[in-house]
């Protein structure tokens, strides 16, 4: 019997759900409180800690990270170097990346990509964005496609966002940069100066329809 195959029976007698043992690679130290149930064709690398009632789906890869009691991680996700909260669900298609803090009740949906940055608790990222370098308050919201300009060419600059503001879809924020509590960012706006506290901020040009010179109106 093969080291990895003991380390999965010691697992199994511990009471962690493998549900197909023989497609499980667990290339570095895996500990597993109670509860725990593993998907298949998942890869742990590193040093590993999950805790109570944490579930792992399907094909994901999680390395040198910690995954908080009764947290998800959905299938086709990859965790690198980060602390996950607790009841905190992440993906499916969900990238964490090195240097990364999720606090307790955090979504992490579809397609999102977060990277150095620390979430704190109640706040939600749930499609296609990518937030680096950045510090969320509680109870953010990041609409669809929003994203944190974190690089200027020279050097990775920081984005700050106060508890309760809501970012609305399209967004990009280009650091460095702060948005103020309670504050709302239209939807498809791009800014480059801080945002106010309890304010709607609307950085975008105005909608106009212009006729080509070589078409006339249909009348």
Do not use: W
């Amino acid at each position: 019997m093969n080291n990895m195959r003991k380390k999965i029976d010691f697992l199994i007698e511990q009471g962690v759900v493998f549900v197909d043992p023989s497609r499980v690679d667990i290339r570095g130290d895996l500990v597993c409180g109670k509860n725990v149930v593993i998907d298949i064709n998942v890869i742990f690398e590193g040093s590993v800690k999950l805790k109570d009632n944490v579930l792992i789906g399907a094909n994901c890869i999680l390395e040198d990270s910690v995954i908080g009691a009764s947290s998800k991680i959905k299938p086709f996700s990859l965790i690198e170097g980060a602390t996950i909260g607790s009841n905190t669900f992440i993906g499916p298609y969900g990238r964490i990346r090195p240097g990364t803090i999720l606090e307790d009740f955090v979504q992490i949906g579809n397609f999102v990509e977060i990277k150095n940055s620390v979430i704190k608790s109640n706040s939600r990222i749930n499609h296609l964005s990518f937030i680096g370098d950045s510090d969320l308050g509680r109870r953010v919201t990041i609409g669809a496609g929003t994203i944190t300009c974190n690089h200027n060419g020279i050097k990775i600059n920081r984005t700050r966002v106060g508890e309760n503001a809501y970012i609305g879809s399209g967004c990009n924020l280009i650091a460095p940069i702060e948005i103020g509590s309670n504050a709302t960012i239209a939807a498809g706006s791009t800014l480059d100066k801080d945002a106010p506290c309890d304010h709607l901020t609307i950085a975008r040009a105005r909608q106009k329809s212009i006729l080509p010179s070589n078409k006339s109106v249909k009348k």
